[in-house]
């Protein structure tokens, strides 16, 4: 189910914007132009959002479409993370990400898959980096470099928007085993 907000002229813009940005051949050069748009359009601060996007929801996180681009290029989504929630370790599917924050103040910590064992399903990942990102900040997933943690870093709720390569209906979390980390799979949707 998705939100049916009002719609701004702003948002407006930044759809316009988004496809240009997606016009180009290659992943890289998405990303990047989509990361430009991005913080250009959020580090000002301006509120511009419906407000019904940004209310958080008890126990997980808000995950809202805002954009399903009708030749399928992309989708933009509006994910607002209340005091304490994050993502497990996870996987896009395989599918580009410019993440971005709207408001508030996001961790991401990124991960390589350092080796595993195709035959138990265990992974073992290697910490990159980890990121404290405020508004207008924005950072990019290009597959194979797909792994990381999303939580909100600080005491009121974090709104971030998400662009992505498509439509992600699903990915593979990963949970800590003896040994590694176990992928599963897990469907996504969309917070009411």
């Given at each position: 189910m998705t939100v049916t907000p009002q719609r701004s002229a702003r948002v407006d813009e930044l759809v316009r914007r988004l496809d240009?940005?997606?016009?180009?051949?290659?992943?890289?050069?998405?990303?990047?132009?989509?990361?430009?748009?991005?913080?250009?359009?959020?580090?000002?601060?301006?509120q511009f959002l419906d407000p019904a996007f940004?209310?958080?929801?008890?126990?997980?996180?808000?995950?809202?479409?805002?954009?399903?681009?009708?030749?399928?290029?992309?989708?933009?989504?509006?994910?607002?993370?209340?005091?304490?929630?994050?993502?497990?370790?996870?996987?896009?599917a395989g599918m580009w990400c410019v993440e971005c924050v709207y408001q508030g103040r996001i961790?991401?910590?990124?991960?390589?898959?350092?080796?595993?064992?195709?035959?138990?399903?265990?992974?073992?990942?290697?910490?990159?980096?980890?990121?404290?990102?405020?508004?207008?900040?924005?950072?990019?997933l290009i597959p194979p470099f797909e792994y990381h943690v999303l939580e909100n870093a600080g005491d009121m709720p974090a709104v971030t928007l998400h662009v992505y390569g498509g439509e992600m209906t699903y990915c593979h979390i990963f949970n800590p085993v003896d040994g590694g980390w176990r992928r599963?799979?897990?469907e996504l949707s969309y917070t009411a």
């Open positions: 240009e940005a997606v016009a180009v051949r290659d992943d890289e050069g998405r990303c990047r132009n989509v990361k430009r748009v991005l913080s250009e359009m959020l580090s000002a601060g301006e940004l209310q958080p929801t008890p126990n997980v996180y808000a995950r809202r479409l805002l954009h399903r681009d009708p030749a399928g290029r992309y989708t933009a989504l509006v994910m607002v993370w209340d005091r304490g929630q994050g993502t497990p370790l996870h996987d896009h961790r991401v910590t990124s991960y390589s898959v350092h080796g595993g064992d195709p035959d138990t399903g265990v992974v073992q990942f290697r910490k990159e980096n980890e990121i404290h990102a405020g508004p207008g900040e924005a950072g990019a599963a799979f897990r």
